[in-house]
């Protein structure tokens, strides 16, 4: 096992990262974009209700079937410079379809077809760009159609699309953080914590029926090492009163004394061996310090927001690992070395370096032995048509490995698996110095935010404090961990994570709590009695195209309601409501629980 983490061959390190955090498979800040939390017109069955009514004019025009212009018909990026249309259309992914094979002057063909169309209850203009036609929407009617689909999606907003509808419904699992049993929450399985709940929620959202599993690093020859060194130095008093601290500093004192000396090496895979033979005294150990670390565990999911549908391990395979020696070994894959080690040849031409151990040569098992014993056994129970491993990027050749063995057994499944690793964290310190327990830095982020709250006049007036601070905290340290690409690694700041402006989680909470505050002062009336024609300066514009916390921040200070007409402040509470409910969708997809009042 290598104890998810500390010395002895690969390690999922939460199925995480030797110092922590990062995200997506070369960026997942995608969600997070440099202005917030985004929600473009495009999203939704509003967005497709004006995709199909622009295909459709385009349709009696170029003598095509609507069908197959919607997917060339998309939403137009955002400029905060200029108002841009709000879709365009590719014309030479038109051309491609049709039966026209020269090759035409695509800008004068846009400019020609612009021609021929004509504005209408839906689209106010049409212009041409480079290889584009662009259509700019009716401003009140998208002020009305957004505002209604908001309301009436809730939740769902943005992911009623019919761009979705077509998507088959899958069984994914995801496999992520994956903590080191009989060692305290490392702040490397933050980051695998942080990105795997992302990713699903994400599928989730989409309709897919996904299985969050946590995969403990329960097994293996460190056991030995940790049952050994209890034997040694542990005392059941403080086993008790604080079991993972002083499970750790056991394992730290046995390694030091492991290193000089053999006896104590020695003795340290006897009792991994006693552990894989089933001897009931070692078994006993080793189950007490298992359930003591997950117990703890659940505490840090708890305060994380975090929940899993199956809690599993590799002590779970540490039988099931001999089928596939037997697989393995019945397809001429195995081989013995001369030092007794059991391996799989990948290279196919006897190149040692290309090379995978999947048993040692006590006959004990390997990492990759059992998560080959894990993969198999996982498909037989879900049938799955996906699944994910989230953990850092130095398990890329681990798991390369593991999906080429299992393609070389036959199972072409192997193809479904998928590796999502990413960078690592450096430098995470407290006041206390250099930090390595994730429930230091949380209670950390707790502390900060309290000290930066008690400078607000809001408050003394919060009933829960802690629990508030907890929950931007952590917002906190989510957004700075999505702000990067997925495999790059990144130095942590507190002072960074914890600003009030820019793109932190501190502003999103804040925005989040501001408009909440506005909900709270001033009634919502119903929404069909909002006069649109109230949001049509650039402002409320601009905001109903973006839906973003920046810009909602400046424009609550200018877009004023109290004091205004009645019909105009209305407008705007409903606006300032819909980004309200558009932003919490989005904090919650990140795994972010939005706060009403700091």
Not at 99 to 121: G, M, V
Not at 246 to 259: D, G, I, R, S, T
Request: proline share 3%.
């Amino acid at each position: 096992m290598a104890f998810r983490g500390i010395g002895g061959g690969p390690s999922r390190k939460g199925r995480g990262g030797t110092s922590g955090g990062g995200v997506g498979r070369g960026g997942l800040a995608g969600p997070v974009s440099r202005s917030g939390v985004a929600i473009h017109p495009s999203c939704g069955a509003m967005a497709c209700a004006f995709r199909r009514s622009i295909a459709s004019q385009l349709s009696r025009v170029l003598d095509l079937p609507p069908e197959n212009l919607i997917k060339s018909i998309s939403a137009v990026p955002i400029s905060k410079k200029e108002e841009v249309a709000d879709f365009q259309l590719s014309v030479h992914s038109v051309l491609e379809s049709s039966s026209d094979h020269s090759k035409p002057d695509i800008q004068a063909q846009a400019r020609k077809l612009a021609e021929k169309l004509k504005c209408d209850t839906v689209v106010s203009e049409i212009s041409t760009g480079p290889g584009t036609v662009n259509f700019k929407i009716n401003r009140e009617l998208l002020t009305k159609t957004v505002l209604q689909q908001v309301f009436e999606d809730g939740g769902k907003y943005g992911l009623k699309s019919e761009l979705f509808s077509g998507l088959p419904q899958k069984k994914v699992l995801v496999e992520f953080s994956s903590p080191n049993v009989a060692k305290k929450f490392h702040v490397g399985h933050l980051r695998s914590t942080i990105i795997g709940n992302f990713i699903a929620n994400l599928k989730e959202a989409l309709g897919h029926q996904v299985t969050r599993i946590n995969y403990f690093g329960d097994w293996g020859m460190q056991f030995g090492l940790l049952g050994t060194g209890f034997q040694l130095f542990g005392y059941e008093e403080k086993l008790q009163s604080n079991p993972l601290q002083h499970l750790f500093e056991v394992y730290v004192q046995v390694n030091k004394e492991a290193a000089d000396d053999e006896n104590v090496e020695k003795s340290a895979r006897e009792f991994f061996h006693r552990l894989e033979a089933g001897d009931k005294q070692a078994l006993s150990l080793w189950q007490k310090f298992r359930d003591l670390s997950i117990k703890e565990y659940v505490q840090i999911y708890k305060r994380l927001g975090v929940h899993f549908d199956e809690y599993s391990g590799e002590s779970f395979y540490r039988e099931k690992y001999r089928e596939v020696l037997r697989l393995l070994d019945k397809k001429g894959l195995l081989q013995r070395t001369k030092k007794g080690t059991a391996i799989v040849d990948l290279s196919g031409k006897g190149d040692p370096s290309l090379s995978c151990t999947v048993m040692r040569s006590d006959g004990t098992s390997l990492y990759a032995t059992r998560d080959l014993a894990a993969a198999i056994d996982r498909m037989n129970k879900y049938n799955f048509d996906s699944m994910i491993y989230v953990t850092d990027k130095g398990q890329q050749n681990h798991f390369h490995q593991v999906f080429q063995i299992l393609r070389l057994m036959g199972y072409e499944w192997a193809e479904r698996c998928q590796h999502v690793p990413f960078g690592v964290v450096q430098g995470m310190k407290t006041r206390r110095g250099e930090v390595t327990f994730l429930e230091d830095v949380i209670n950390e982020t707790r502390s900060r935010m309290l000290e930066n709250m008690a400078f607000s006049k809001t408050t003394k007036d919060l009933e829960n404090p802690h629990e508030i601070a907890e929950r931007v905290g952590l917002a906190a340290l989510i957004i700075q961990d999505f702000k990067g690409y997925l495999l790059s690694d990144y130095k942590f700041n507190w002072d960074r994570v914890f600003q009030s402006r820019g793109d932190t989680g501190v502003f999103l909470q804040y925005t989040h709590a501001r408009l909440s505050s506005l909900e709270e002062t001033f009634e919502c009336g119903h929404l069909g009695n909002i006069n649109a024609a109230c949001l049509q300066d650039p402002q409320s514009v601009s905001i109903l195209q973006h839906l973003l916390s920046h810009l909602t921040a400046v424009a609550h200070k200018t877009l004023y309601i109290k004091g205004r007409l009645p019909e105009v402040a209305e407008a705007r509470l409903h606006l300032f409501r819909a980004v309200r409910s558009v932003l919490a969708n989005g904090m919650k997809l990140l795994g972010i629980t939005p706060v009403s009042r700091m």
